[in-house]
């Protein structure tokens, strides 16, 4: 960092060039000199230059180059009760702070967050991702923030943010009603929902949230074998050639135990199927029972937002009964899994709920 020269005991030039990347806020070193009236104020791009006159927050300069006199310190001027023609050394504290983008923070949730899949029933989820912020306002951060802290970096005010980013993401992703298996389709409008929770209490502190990013929602490790468990069996096509593939695999390794003991279970199998048709006994063994027919599907999963809140999910029997009360619309804003975003619910699927719904009656 560089500051500003002296000449003599006053002050003519004050400046700051900063190359650390994680600086929010440097106070200009006075050295115990008084500020020459008159001296060259320059605020780069990126900075704002806050004054402090006897702890109290005074005028605020954004980028640009100033002589720093009565007329362009108005709140100086009314503190320190100057004349407008005065030239006499003054002392404050400058402070310059970094209105720049701070990039690739990291946030992400210590604890899993308790939610109501509509398939799985009760899980736990855990979320992690990035945001950048900058300084918005510099003279609340100063105030609520800063304090007298001469030298402030990003990584003190971190903490504090992701806490309030788990706080409002957990809340987020529990009232969602999304199912877990569709949350990554869906991380980039969580996402926003979450950065405008989190707006309000982080413009508390003079800060903004340019870019907010779920990188990614996951499964404890025990839910997610048992998920990889049912994909195979989906992939195996049914449980024999689930068990089959289980066998394939003990047998691909020849020198462990349990593929040996597979491949004596499997000879002993064939050797009683080659049995089975030689001789006189060996008649062809009765055809098996033909397999259950399968459960009819669950149906899709609707929810429907109302003065800015979700509510869900119904089923299409119950839209229909709320298309009859009149809850439902045909504009009524509506999701389902799959869907891209938000529709009337004239323009999906449910349009034939209103088939038999009259529409609204003319104007008197």
């Known amino acids: 960092m560089v500051f500003g ?13 900063d190359d650390s990347r994680d600086t929010m806020v440097w106070r200009f070193e006075r050295q115990g000199n008084a500020i ?93 991702g990035s945001y950048s912020m900058r300084v918005a306002d510099p003279s609340v951060f100063m105030r609520e923030i800063v304090g007298t802290d001469g030298e402030f970096t990003a990584d003190e005010i971190s903490d504090q943010i992701r806490n309030v980013i788990v706080q409002e993401a957990s809340q987020v992703l529990a009232k969602s009603g999304i199912p877990v298996l569709d949350m990554a389709a869906n991380t980039a409008d969580l996402g926003k929902l979450i950065a405008t929770a989190i707006a309000p209490k982080i413009a508390e502190y003079g800060l903004s949230i340019p870019e907010f990013y779920i990188e990614n929602i996951s499964l404890p490790e025990e839910v997610e074998k048992v998920l990889d468990k049912r994909t195979s069996m989906g992939v195996a096509g049914d449980l024999n050639k689930y068990m089959q593939f289980n066998a394939a695999e003990g047998m691909a390794q020849p020198n462990s135990g349990i593929g ?71 504009a009524s804003q509506v999701w389902t899994a799959g869907q891209d975003g938000w529709k009337a619910a004239a323009d999906t699927e449910l349009a034939q709920l209103f ?10």
């Open 355 to 364: 088939a038999m719904v009259p529409p609204p009656p003319p104007a008197g």
């Open 260 to 330: 040996a003991m597979v491949g004596a279970g499997m000879a002993a199998g064939m050797g009683m199927n080659m049995a089975s048709g030689a001789g006189p006994w060996g008649a062809a063994p009765a055809a098996a029972a033909p397999p259950p027919p399968p459960p009819p599907a669950a149906g899709k999963a609707w929810h429907v937002a109302e003065n800015g809140a979700t509510k869900g999910p119904f089923s299409e029997s119950e839209l229909a009964s709320m298309a009859t009360s009149g809850a439902l619309s045909r």
């Open 36 to 128: 020459k009236y008159g001296a060259k104020l320059t605020v780069r791009e990126g900075q704002a230059a806050v004054f402090v006159h006897e702890g109290q927050l005074a005028d605020v300069f954004g980028p640009g180059m100033y002589m720093l006199e009565t007329n362009n310190m108005p709140i100086m001027t009314t503190l320190q009760s100057w004349d407008h023609g005065f030239d006499s050394p003054f002392k404050s504290e400058i402070c310059f702070i970094n209105t720049t983008r701070f990039n690739d923070q990291k946030w992400g949730t210590k604890n899993p967050i308790m939610c109501r899949d509509p398939e799985f029933g009760p899980v736990r989820l855990r979320a992690f």
């Open 5 to 17: 020269f002296l000449k003599g005991e006053f002050i003519d030039v004050i400046t700051w060039l």
